[in-house]
Structure formats: structure tokens, C-alpha cells
């Protein structure tokens, strides 16, 4: 495998007029990767495709597919692809025509479009589907042939931007799987665009968590799920409980930081430099909380309490128990599938929680910033 990047930005940066939608983010997706570029709406990821598609120039820095400069090469006679949420097929062609389309713009020979064709459609698993019409395909064959149209004329990146949002959550599910099938039957590099964690925690090899027009961090999913480096990865790759204190002390790597209410709660120091007397976000995800009828059973971990159960979120395996503080107005979300011990748990119930400091993360807080004006209208102005 070579060294060159199939695709590599350094300090990329995208500014319309006093808004920078883009700012100097620089990252590398290696060959044959599934990359994915993960964020809330509004936060410049679409306005990052768009630049690398050739449909918008940067302000300043580097783009480079395949160690080739792409600062003013046009999108056409850039070797990229593209793959929409609104699949933009054609209802006039059958499938063959659809796939075929852009080799006919190339002007590729007849014999070769059909062979070519007919590969690409057997690779998303829709063998002799070319004379199909298109209102007679599926939400998820429609997606598979817009892949096969896009990566038929062999592009070395193919841009997906929320290809996925249109579709129902069954098939949603089905296609996480399916995307990530058809990239390695492929081989190519698959840069993902989602604001949907999930999306980018099944299908991806590196994760970039893109927040205000900047990358927070880049990683592996299971990096960014079990090691965040900041409060808004944190918060916002997987669930987690969220709470927001003053440090009383710093022991080596832990913390104990004490709610506006003053209860202390341990954790790691995942910001340096956290003080006494430090604003700190505090975060423990809902899994490594464990939960028993009996205090025994959390007797010794870290952060202990005792707590009333307010709701029970049923949703098979993935229920959860919203418990209550005794005595307090604080609340924890707890992972607590409805079998087994707690098949017959009911609301108004007494329970046990706690965890260990090494399953929560403690960050330096940030102060909330307001809404900047003009980010809505820049990032349609993209389109």
C-alpha cells in the first residue's frame, strides 16, 4: 500500500466575507479508507465536501488527491465522485443506462460501458438489473446503483453526503452495513459526510468530529467513543450523562469535582491543567454505570448513590433506568437491559448506582457561545 494519501488537506480554509465556515483543518485519509467527517448541522462539513468536490475554492491551504494539487482544478477534471442524500437518478434510463451515464460522457466505447456496467452492478449485489426501471427498484437498490453509477467510472474518492438521510430507520440500519461491504469490495476511499453518530461509528476506520468549522479530534471510533479528547466529542459522539462543577481537588490523573449542589464526584482529568477552583464538565456514559437493588453490590467504587427509579425507557436491549438522587434533583441515565434481575423493576423503586473514576472524564468547561450570524445563510450560499 503506498504512503501518498488518496486524500489530504492542510490548513484548508473557507471564509464568506466575515463568516469562516472552514478553518484551517488538515487531516489525510489514507488508500482505501471509509473516512467520515462527523458533525452537527451548520458546523462547515458540507461546505469541506464542496471543496473537496472542486464545486467551491478555498480561501487558503492545500487540498491534494493522490499527492495532485486540486486548488483550481474544476470538478469535472477532478477523480472524484459523488453520492447525494436525493439520489439524483434519472427516471427516464433503466439501471444500465443510470450506471452507465457517465462513461457515456467520457465517451467510452459501447462494448466497454456494458462490460463495465454489468461489473459494477454485480459488485452492489444487483446482477442483470440493467434493464430495470428505476420506480421499480427499492430505497435500498436505489441507493446500491447510485454507488455502482458513481464508482463505475473508477474515481479514486467517492463523497457521500448524508446518503442515508432520506431513508427509513430499518433500511437505515441495513445500508450502515451494506455501504461498508460495498467500500471494501470496491477498495476505494470513502469520505463520509453525517451528522449522525451512529452512521460514523459502524461504517467508519477514522472519525473526524468537526464542531465550529475545526476538526476536534480524529480518530477511530472506538478512540473517539472511549478516549475523547474534548467536552464536545464527549457530549456529542455516544450518550453520556453530563454534569458541570468546580474542581476540589486533583489526585495524579483524577479529579473530584463538586456539583452546584456541592456532592463530589470523581473522575479522570482528560483536560490538562484542570485546578481547585476549575469550571469542569464531567461526563460518564450510561453503560459504565452499574446499577443493583442491593448497596453491597456498589460498595468501594468511586461515586456511589442511592437513587429512586423515575422512568423506565424501554427499548429492548438498549433500555434504560432514569434514576433520581435521594434527596437531591440530580439525575443519571443508566443502561439496564429489562431482563433477567430487572425484569420486574418498576418506577418508584429504590436502586443503587455507581462507577469508578476511570469511567468518567472531567473537562476543562468551555463557556456556551451564541449562535453566529450569518452561518445558516453561508452554508446554503455553498450550495
Known sequence: MTDTPDLEAVRLTRRFQDFTAVDEVSFAAPPGSFFSILGPSGCGKTT????????????SGALRIKGRDMVGVPPNRRPVAMVFQHLALFPMMDV???VGFGLRQRRVPSAEIERRVADALERVGLPGFERRRVDQLSGGQKQRVAIARAMVIEPALLLLDEPLGALDLK?????????????????????????????????????????????????????LYY????????????????????????????????????????????????????EAELF?????????????????????????????????????????????????????????????LRRGERIHIGWN???????????????????????????
Open 357 to 383: 473514576a476511570a469511567a468518567a472524564r472531567a473537562f476543562a468547561a468551555e463557556p456556551a457561545e451564541p449562535a453566529e450570524p450569518g452561518k445558516a445563510q453561508a452554508e446554503e450560499g455553498a450550495a
Open 171 to 223: 433500511l437505515r440500519e441495513h445500508m450502515k452495513v451494506e455501504l461498508k461491504r460495498l467500500q471494501e469490495a470496491f477498495g476505494a476511499t470513502f469520505v463520509y459526510i453525517t451528522h449522525d453518530q451512529s452512521e460514523a461509528l459502524v461504517m467508519s476506520d477514522q472519525v473526524a468530529v468537526m464542531n465550529r468549522g475545526r476538526f476536534e479530534q480524529i480518530g477511530p471510533p472506538q478512540e
Open 96 to 98: 444500465g443506462r443510470n
Open 284 to 344: 460518564v456514559r450510561p453503560e459504565a454505570i452499574r446499577v443493583s437493588r442491593q448497596a453491597e453490590d456498589v460498595a468501594g467504587m468511586d461515586n456511589v448513590f442511592a437513587c429512586e427509579v423515575r422512568d423506565i425507557l424501554f427499548n429492548g436491549a438498549n433500555s434504560r433506568i432514569n434514576a433520581r438522587v435521594a434527596g437531591s434533583a440530580r439525575e443519571f441515565d443508566v443502561a439496564a437491559p429489562q431482563t433477567g434481575e430487572f425484569a420486574d
Open 227 to 278: 478516549n475523547p479528547r474534548t467536552a464536545f466529542v464527549a457530549g456529542f459522539v455516544g450518550d453520556a450523562n453530563r454534569l458541570r462543577g468546580k474542581v476540589l481537588r486533583r489526585e495524579g490523573d483524577a479529579v473530584e469535582v463538586a456539583d452546584p449542589a456541592g456532592q463530589p464526584l470523581r473522575a479522570a482529568a482528560a483536560s490538562a491543567g484542570l485546578a481547585p477552583g476549575d
Open 48 to 59: 469541506l465536501l464542496r471543496m473537496i468536490a472542486g464545486f467551491l475554492e478555498p480561501s
